[in-house]
C-alpha cells in the first residue's frame, strides 16, 4: 500500500469524510487538508491522534482478548511501537491494526449496540 492511500486509510477510519477532489477537514488540526498533505507520517501529534482513536474502539486488554485482537496485538507488537518506536514504526503498525480492524470489525462485535458505541 502506498503513503497515500495509508493515510486515507486512517484518514477513514478517524471517522473523517474525504470530498471528491482528494480533501478533507481536520478541525483539530486547523483546516482543510489535500489528502497528500495531512501529516498523520510526519507529526506525533497527528499520530497519537489515531493512537487516542484506537485505544477508545478496543479500549482494555480484557476486550481485546475477548474479541480476538490482542493476537494481532501481540504478533505485530503494536504495543511496542508505541512505548519508545520511531514514528515511521508505529505509523506502519497503525496502518497494520487499521487494516485488520476494517477486515474484522463486523466479527469483533457481537451486537448492534456494541457497534453503534464504537464506531
Not at 15 to 42: A, C, M, W
Not at 62 to 69: D, E, I, L, V
Not at 80 to 105: M, P, Q
Request: hydrophobic content about 35%; some cysteine; aromatic content about 14%.
Amino acid at each position: 500500500m502506498k503513503r497515500a492511500e495509508e493515510n486515507k486509510l486512517i484518514i477513514e477510519f478517524m471517522g473523517h469524510k474525504i470530498d471528491q477532489h482528494e480533501f478533507v477537514t481536520l478541525p483539530e488540526f486547523g483546516g482543510r487538508f489535500n489528502t497528500s498533505t495531512v501529516r498523520y507520517d510526519k507529526d506525533w501529534h497527528w499520530l497519537m491522534s489515531v493512537v487516542s482513536k484506537i485505544n477508545e474502539k478496543m479500549c482494555t486488554e480484557h476486550y481485546m482478548r475477548a474479541h480476538g485482537g490482542y493476537d494481532f496485538l501481540e504478533s505485530t507488537k503494536f504495543e511496542s511501537h508505541l512505548l519508545g518506536a520511531r514514528l515511521k514504526d508505529t505509523y506502519e503498525a497503525i496502518v497494520e491494526f487499521i487494516t485488520w480492524y476494517n477486515e474484522n470489525k463486523s466479527e469483533l462485535y457481537t451486537s448492534d449496540a456494541m457497534s453503534q458505541k464504537f464506531d
